[in-house]
């Protein structure tokens, strides 16, 4: 196992660093001159011009990159044009509650897309496959801030059972506060990857169910259940952690517009504030730390899967 994860980190080095620099030209070859956006439409060319030099923005890109990385390596992720304070302190600040809401949604689909997943498998081509599958099938459809406002609306101004938007730290609020206004937010968010997490799971138990040993066990009048409680349970969970940890992955970089809504102050709020006012350093820093978590919970779900299987680790 140990030889498996070091072979694991090892991979991650170039990876990294072709992440590193696809964020890095993304950025700088976007439209838009950081200068005058921070110096404002009434500053002069000579001003802009400047700003630019002390920026180092007219150095080749190639050397722009160099320093750039070399900062990020020694944990300087560059500075804001207009929020005080440096960007680990920055994100810091943004990333608790977008974690929270992060995880809370995958959380509410897992508990609600997996259970649904192993019946629809279960109970395949019945009143109820099918009834879940259709469920499935609109969940994905309606967007997410779709569901927020829906939301918002039902449980908040007609029916007054949760509040309508903000949030609430832990620290100053306390566990039960804290949740209680992160339900609305989390069902929204994650509703949709609950419809395709069933979906992947069904199709996972499905695989199992259809597999030689649980034939051979229907052969033998082993009750099946039994079969998969003992031995198919743990194969169906390579799926199913495969999709959990990509709907983590996709909520994480995707929870801009329910933030937005529901006036969360997370990542994606930032990202929304600093792509208005071209802030291109907050971005850039936004995208790398959205990058590497991905990278990182990759790596989890490698090492779940050889925990798993142990022909993952000999393969």
């Known amino acids: ?160 059972l949760l509040p309508a938007a903000g949030y609430r730290p832990i620290a100053d609020f306390g566990w039960k506060t804290h949740i209680w206004y992160m339900i609305a937010p989390a069902i929204s968010l994650g509703l949709a990857e609950a419809a395709l997490m069933t979906r992947m799971t069904r199709s996972s138990v499905l695989e199992i169910l259809n597999s030689d040993y649980m034939r051979m066990a229907k052969a033998k009048g082993i009750s099946p259940f039994k079969v998969f409680a003992k031995h198919g349970l743990k194969n169906a969970a390579i799926g199913i952690v495969t999709v959990v940890g990509l709907s983590f992955m996709t909520l994480l970089g995707g929870a801009t517009i329910t933030e937005t809504i529901f006036g969360i102050p997370g990542i994606g709020q930032l990202t929304i504030v600093s792509v208005t006012r071209r802030d291109y350093e907050v971005v850039q820093a936004i995208v790398l730390f959205v990058s590497v978590t991905n990278v990182l919970i990759m790596l989890i779900m490698d090492i779940i899967y050889a925990m798993l299987d142990p022909r993952v680790r000999l393969g």
């Open 1 to 160: 196992m140990a030889k498996y994860l070091v072979k694991r980190l090892l991979t991650l080095i170039p990876v990294l660093l072709i992440v590193s620099i696809v964020i890095f030209m993304l950025i700088h070859l976007t439209p838009g001159d950081p200068a005058q956006a921070m110096l404002g439409d009434q500053a002069t060319p000579e001003e802009i011009a400047a700003l630019r030099e002390k920026l180092g923005l007219n150095d080749p890109l190639i050397e722009q990159y160099f320093r750039w990385l070399g900062g990020v390596l020694h944990g300087d992720l560059g500075e804001s044009l207009f929020i005080k304070g440096t960007m680990l302190e920055i994100l810091g600040a943004r990333l608790l509650p977008t974690v929270q809401l992060t995880t809370c949604a995958v959380i509410f689909a897992a508990i609600l897309a997996i259970p649904l997943g192993m019946v629809a498998a279960i109970k395949r081509n019945s009143l109820t496959d099918q009834g879940i599958s259709l469920l499935s099938i609109i969940g994905v459809s309606l967007p997410s801030f779709l569901i927020g406002v829906a939301l918002m609306y039902l449980l908040s101004v007609q029916f007054h």
